[in-house]
């Protein structure tokens, strides 16, 4: 008699819940981003995504921490994308370092708009959510960079003025947030690498003059 291969069928098991939260978390993190947290439920989301009702639970036990894990995404990704870029620029000339910043941050919002927008969906109103991005990864990441490179970090930001830091975040983000309005607008997609590098030249030369 031959017994069942169980390595085979456990490793099926496996690959299919990595696979069923993987869809769950680019189906959280579209939705949250484009409608909002309170305009989307649970079972919605299941459907949106193509898993059995009841999975986002089994995975992240409920909405509120589902979008916690969609937001800790976002946020893995900007320290992997941005972050690690602009860390080698610590011994770099200030204004170069800024420059980098810039167009590392034009570059990564260019690639993962998802970020912006839920920020601007959050930020409408005040909520735990916002405590929770701001807390646990705005902040800390602000403190991180001025550390590394306060000369820099002060060109864009300045001793944490808030006028200077939202024009750096506007300007390098917010283009891409409206892509269907540039495209419209103007005939010009955002997404393409010419646009990408013109406006990172653009927002430096504002924000650096």
Known sequence: MTLPDTGVSSRRQQRRAVETRAALLRTATEMFSASGFDSISI??????????????AYHFGDKDHLWMAAVDQLFAVLIEDFVSRVTGLADVAPEEAARG?????????????????????????DSWRVAYIVDNHVRPMLDDLTALMPEAAKLLWGSRDAHRYYLYVGASAFVFSAEQECLRLFGVSPRTEDFIEQHANLVAKILLQ
């Open 43 to 56: 079972r919605q989301l299941e459907e949106m995504a193509g898993v059995k009702r009841g999975l986002a």
């Open 101 to 125: 910043f810039i167009k590392a941050f034009v570059r990564y919002s260019a690639h993962f708009p998802q970020l912006n927008r839920l920020m601007m969906q959050e930020c409408m109103s």
